[in-house]
């Protein structure tokens, strides 16, 4: 049986080979939105130990680590190792808007959830508008 050889996939695997390979905390896929008056960051980690979890606010700075080990088999001949292991770092620039109190986080089913509150003084608000030739009108209409 001829099987084809398609140059473009064997680029893609070797360069998927290559960052996969390299040394460093791996930077895990998550989903931030905001949701009425918080904000909801959920970030991938499948695999990862609940304990090796770390959420950090340092100012205005939200850092999430996490590590994941690889699986060991004693004397086991590996066909193939492909699940990623290391520590994974993620850091975000949360602005002023937000209470950094009231942030808390979960891990569940392999995505970490973290809550952020937006804070008061940043939520919507109306202002009232105020007019000095209105003002003068209902004085001469009281008058």
Do not use: C, H
């Amino acid at each position: 049986m001829a099987m084809s050889f398609d140059p473009f996939s064997e680029f893609d695997r070797l360069a998927s080979s290559l960052l996969q390979s390299r040394p460093g905390p791996r930077v895990m896929p998550v989903d931030l939105y905001r949701d009425q008056d918080r904000y909801v960051l959920n970030a991938d980690l499948p695999g990862v130990d609940p304990g090796s979890v770390d959420v950090d606010v340092d100012g205005q700075l939200l850092t999430i680590r996490a590590q994941r080990t690889a699986g060991s088999a004693e004397g086991a001949k590996w066909l193939a190792q492909e699940r990623p292991a290391g520590s994974y770092l993620r850091q975000f620039s949360i602005g002023e808007g937000v209470d950094t109190a009231g942030i808390s986080a979960s891990y569940d089913n392999g995505v970490l959830s973290v809550i952020i509150p937006v804070s008061e003084k940043a939520k919507p608000r109306k202002v009232q508008v105020v007019s000095q030739a209105r003002d003068d009108a209902q004085k001469s209409l009281a008058s």
